[in-house]
C-alpha cells in the first residue's frame, strides 16, 4: 500500500487528471441539470488533456518553438501529445456547441434544465 | 502503384467534402449530389475489395508519403473493403426507403442540411473501418457521434430532442473512457500507430510489467465502445432514439453507426492487442455475459413494445447481442460469426425500418401495432421487405440472419464447454422470442383492416426501388453464404496481421 501511496504522489499530475476526469464522469453522468452536465464533460476532457500534457513533458526543456535555430531535438519537449490535446481541444469544443445548442431548444421548449422534468415533460406531450 | 489504392483515402475525403457542398446547396441539389457521390462511392468500395481479394493482401496506404512513426496511415484489406462496399451500399438504399419522410420531417429550408449530415457520417464510418491510427480513430468517433445525433434531432418534436439529448451524453461518456483508455496506452507505449502500439504491447506482455494497466485499458476500451454501440446494460438511450427519428435515420444508426463503433473494438482486439492478449486478459468473458444477457433482454424489450419502431429499436439491442456474443468466444470462429452478423444485420435492419416507415405512410402517420394493421394490403412492396426482413431475423434459412445463426452455433459447438451450453441455449431461447414477436406482426400487417378492405396504393418509385434491392441484397447474403463466409475469414486472418 505505501508503495502504491508513493505511485500516487510522484505521478502527481497523472492523479489529479484521473481524479478530474472522474468528478467530470460522475456530473455528466449523475447530474440532472444540463448546464452542469456540460461543465462535466469539460472537466473530463480538461483531466484527459492534463494528462496528455503531463506524459508529453520532460522536465527542464522548453517549448518544442524553434526561435534561434537550434534544432537539437534534445532540448525541447515531445511535441505530439501537445498536438494531440490540440486536436482533442477542437473537438470537445464543437461537441460542448452542439449540446449547448441542444440545452437552448430544450429550454425554449419546456422552461426547465431538469432532464428528467423535461424526459417527463416529452412523454406527456405525445400521449 | 495502382489507382485503385488511392480509393479509400479519396473516399472519406470526397465525402467530407461532398456534406460541405450539400451545406450550401437547395434540398433537391443537396440530394442529388449526395446519392451520386454514394453511388460513385459504393462503386469504389466494390473495386477495391475486388481489387483486394485479386491480391489476396492487404495494403498500407501512407497520407503524404510519410513514414511509420511520423505518418497516419489507413489500411485496407479485404474485410474493411467488403464492410465499406456494404456499408456505402446500405447507406443509398436507406436514404432513399425514407426519401419522403426526410423531406416531411425535416423543417422548411433545412433538409440539405440532412445530407450534410449523412456525408458526413459515411465519411467517419469509412475512416472508422480504414484507419490505422488509434487517434484517427478517436476523431472520427467524435464525429460519428456528432452526425449521427444531428441525424435523430431533425425531426424537431420534444420527444426527438430528449432522445437526442441522451443519446449524446451517453455516446459523449463511451467516447471519454475511449480516450483515457488511448491516452492511457500511449503514456505505457508511446505509439499511436496500431502494427507499432502492437508491437510494444507484445513485448511489455510477454515481460509481465504493466498487466494491470493493460486490463484496466482493455476494459476502457470495452466499455467505452459497448456504451456507444448500446451493448445491454448500457442500451437505455437506444429505443428512444431509434425509435422517435425519421425512417431513414433509425435504418442509418440501426444498420450502420453501431456496427462502426464494433468495428473499431474488433480492430483494437485484433490489431492493437492481439487476439491472445485478449484471451488471456479475460475482459472479454464480460462481452460475452452481456452479450447473451442483450440477447434476451433485447428480445423481451421487443416482446412488451406495441410501437413498431420502438420494437425494431429493442430488437437491434438483441442483434447487438449477438455480435458482442460473437467477439466473448474467443475465437477465431466467434470473431467470424461476429463480423458476419455486422453485415447480415446492416442488410437486414434498415430494410425494416424503411418498411415501418412505408407502413406509417399508408396509415395516416401512427405507428402502433393497431393502427398498422392491414397496412402490408396497402403498401404492398413494403409488406413483401417486411416479411423478408422478419424471416431473416427469425433465422429461417436462405435470409441473412440463418447465416450468422448458423456461424454462431458452429463457433459455439468449436468452443469451450461452459460458453458452448451457454450460447446454444441463447440462441435458442432468443430465435423463440424473435418468432414470437415478427411472426405476429406479419400476421397483423397483412390482415384486413377494420374498417373494410383497403385498396393498395402505388408506391414511390425510390421506396420501391430500396425495398426491392434491400430484398435482392437479404436473399442474396442467403443465397452466397458461404464465399461470404469465406471472404471474411480469409479478411479476418490479413486483419490480424
Request: hydrophobic share 50%; proline share 3%; glycine share 8%.
Amino acid at each position: 500500500m505505501p508503495e502504491l501511496l508513493k505511485n500516487l504522489f510522484t505521478n502527481y499530475y497523472e492523479t489529479a487528471a484521473v481524479v478530474l476526469f472522474g468528478i467530470g464522469f460522475t456530473t455528466l453522468l449523475m447530474h440532472r441539470n444540463l448546464l452542469k452536465k456540460i461543465i462535466g464533460l469539460n472537466f473530463m476532457d480538461s483531466g484527459l488533456y492534463l494528462f496528455l500534457a503531463a506524459k508529453g513533458y520532460i522536465a527542464g526543456r522548453l517549448a518544442p518553438i524553434i526561435t534561434n535555430g537550434d534544432t537539437d531535438p534534445e532540448k525541447y519537449i515531445n511535441p505530439i501529445p501537445t498536438g494531440l490535446v490540440l486536436t482533442g481541444i477542437v473537438v470537445s469544443v464543437s461537441v460542448t456547441a452542439f449540446l449547448l445548442a441542444l440545452t437552448c431548444r430544450l429550454y425554449d421548449k419546456f422552461h426547465t434544465l431538469d432532464i428528467d422534468e423535461i424526459t417527463y415533460l416529452a412523454r406527456k406531450e405525445r400521449d | 502503384m495502382d489507382l485503385v489504392r488511392n480509393f479509400p483515402f479519396l473516399t472519406i475525403v470526397f465525402s467530407l467534402t461532398c456534406g460541405v457542398f450539400c451545406a450550401i446547396l437547395r434540398p433537391k441539389a443537396a440530394k442529388n449530389l449526395c446519392l451520386v457521390w454514394l453511388a460513385l462511392t459504393f462503386a469504389m468500395s466494390l473495386s477495391v475489395l475486388v481489387y483486394t481479394l485479386r491480391l489476396d493482401g492487404s495494403f498500407v496506404y501512407r497520407m503524404g508519403k510519410w513514414d511509420a512513426p511520423w505518418g497516419n496511415e489507413i489500411r485496407v484489406g479485404p474485410l474493411e473493403a467488403l464492410m465499406a462496399t456494404a456499408f456505402s451500399a446500405v447507406m443509398i438504399l436507406s436514404l432513399l426507403g425514407g426519401m419522403r419522410h426526410i423531406f416531411s420531417d425535416c423543417e422548411e429550408g433545412k433538409v440539405n442540411l440532412y445530407f450534410t449530415m449523412a456525408a458526413l457520417l459515411v465519411s467517419s464510418l469509412f475512416a472508422l473501418i480504414y484507419t490505422n491510427d488509434l487517434f484517427t480513430a478517436y476523431v472520427f468517433v467524435e464525429i460519428n457521434t456528432i452526425a449521427s445525433c444531428a441525424l435523430v434531432m431533425l425531426k424537431s418534436s420534444g420527444r426527438t430532442l430528449v432522445a437526442t439529448t441522451r443519446y449524446l451524453i451517453m455516446s459523449l461518456l463511451g467516447s471519454g473512457l475511449f480516450l483515457l483508455g488511448i491516452v492511457i496506452l500511449y503514456g505505457i507505449t508511446g505509439e499511436l500507430l496500431m502494427e507499432s502500439i502492437a508491437g510494444k504491447v507484445r513485448e511489455i506482455f510477454a515481460t509481465g510489467e504493466y498487466s494491470l494497466p493493460l486490463t484496466v485499458v482493455i476494459g476502457f476500451f470495452s466499455v467505452g465502445l459497448a456504451v456507444k454501440s448500446a451493448l445491454f446494460p448500457f442500451h437505455s438511450w437506444l429505443p428512444d432514439a431509434h425509435g422517435s427519428a425519421t425512417a431513414s435515420s433509425s435504418a442509418i444508426l440501426s444498420g450502420l453507426v453501431l456496427k462502426g463503433y464494433i468495428i473499431v473494438l474488433i480492430k483494437v482486439f485484433y490489431r492493437v492487442f492481439g487476439l491472445q492478449i485478449i484471451m488471456a486478459e479475460r475482459v472479454s468473458n464480460f462481452l460475452f455475459l452481456f452479450g447473451i444477457l442483450a440477447m434476451i433482454c433485447g428480445s423481451v424489450g421487443a416482446l412488451r413494445e406495441r410501437d413498431i419502431k420502438r420494437m425494431l429499436a429493442y430488437s437491434s439491442v438483441a442483434q447487438v447481442g449477438y455480435i458482442y456474443v460473437g467477439i466473448g468466444m474467443h475465437s477465431e470462429a466467434g470473431m467470424v460469426a461476429a463480423c458476419v452478423q455486422i453485415l447480415a444485420h446492416c442488410v437486414t435492419k434498415p430494410m425494416l425500418f424503411c418498411a415501418a416507415g412505408g407502413f406509417m405512410d399508408v396509415s395516416g402517420g401512427k405507428k402502433t401495432m393497431a393502427d398498422i394493421k392491414g397496412a402490408g394490403r396497402r403498401d404492398r412492396v413494403g409488406g413483401a421487405a417486411f416479411t423478408v426482413g422478419a424471416l431473416s431475423m427469425v433465422g429461417i434459412p436462405f435470409f441473412a440472419g440463418f447465416v450468422t445463426k448458423l456461424t454462431l452455433t458452429q463457433a459455439a459447438v468449436g468452443s469451450d464447454n461452459v460458453r458452448m451450453i451457454i450460447a446454444l441455449a441463447a440462441v435458442a431461447i432468443s430465435t423463440l422470442l424473435n418468432a414470437l414477436y415478427y411472426i405476429p406482426v406479419i400476421f397483423n400487417i397483412f390482415s384486413k383492416p377494420a374498417d373494410g378492405e383497403a385498396h393498395a396504393s402505388r408506391p414511390r418509385a425510390d421506396y420501391a426501388f430500396a425495398m426491392c434491392a434491400f430484398m435482392v441484397l437479404n436473399v442474396g447474403f442467403g443465397v452466397f453464404s458461404q464465399q461470404i463466409v469465406d471472404a471474411v475469414r480469409r479478411g479476418l486472418e490479413l486483419f490480424g496481421m
